[in-house]
Antibody, heavy 118, light 111 residues
Framework: QLQLQESGPGLVKPSETLSLTCTVSGGSISSSSYYWGWIRQPPGKGLEWIGSIYYSGSTYYNPSLKSRVTISVDTSKNQFSLKLSSVTAADTAVYYC??????????WGQGTLVTVSS | NFMLTQPHSVSESPGKTVTISCTRSSGSIASNYVQWYQQRPGSAPTTVIYEDNQRPSGVPDRFSGSIDSSSNSASLTISGLKTEDEADYYCQSYDSSNHWVFGGGTKLTVL
């Protein structure tokens, strides 16, 4: 049974960098069948795609966030990570990691709330 | 890039049928697959429809999806509504650069 678990600080100061890791268990992140992605949801609002990565390292980023986002993969640890720089209160959200099969997110982590505040 | 527009909320009675629309602002709705996610409060989204009209295993056949090129929209139809269907529903598609787009979400109330 595939599981994804987000981890990282729940509180980040404005202007700093938000860093999250998604650990994949019960399956290999190196599978050629899947991409891996990050999606976020501000409190009380809708879903926003942040970006996606393939195990080889090729990435796709939301154009509105591209200048601040880096997604990377560590196949040896079966993990992929998100870095979002120069955060503001608008980046406060629940951050989800997900396995992407074709055009859909077929397995999601439980999500982790990151609050941007001093 | 394009946008996906959904009604903010819909409501219907148990046992009835409800349809949630998702209109693409530019480009053809048929160009890229549309997915639908259900999200209950405090939980991660789960797929109820993928590739326009495919149901993942475990999703009841009360859930169906379709696209309409004339209105450039996708639709999620839930028949035989149950109180457990009450949730937020999001449509999602992508562009030619593999950039995902989500609709704003629709709150379904079953009353």
């Amino acid at each position: 049974q595939l599981q994804l678990q987000e981890s990282g600080p729940g509180l980040v100061k404005p202007s700093e960098t938000l860093s999250l890791t998604c650990t994949v268990s019960g399956g290999s992140i190196s599978s050629s069948s899947y991409y891996w992605g990050w999606i976020r949801q501000p409190p009380g609002k809708g879903l926003e795609w942040i970006g996606s990565i393939y195990y080889s390292g090729s990435t796709y980023y939301n154009p509105s966030l591209k200048s601040r986002v880096t997604i990377s993969v560590d196949t040896s640890k079966n993990q992929f990570s998100l870095k979002l720089s120069s955060v503001t209160a608008a980046d406060t959200a629940v951050y989800y990691c997900a396995r992407l099969e074709g055009s859909r997110g077929d397995q999601w982590g439980q999500g982790t709330l990151v609050t941007v505040s001093s | 890039n394009f946008m996906l527009t959904q009604p903010h909320s819909v409501s219907e009675s148990p046992g009835k049928t409800v349809t949630i629309s998702c209109t693409r602002s530019s480009g053809s709705i048929a160009s890229n697959y549309v997915q639908w996610y259900q999200q209950r409060p405090g939980s991660a989204p789960t797929t109820v429809i993928y590739e326009d009209n495919q149901r993942p295993s475990g999703v009841p056949d009360r859930f169906s999806g379709s696209i309409d090129s004339s209105s450039n929209s996708a639709s999620l139809t839930i028949s035989g509504l149950k109180t457990e269907d009450e949730a937020d529903y999001y449509c999602q598609s992508y562009d030619s650069s593999n950039h995902w787009v989500f609709g704003g979400g629709t709150k379904l109330t079953v009353l």
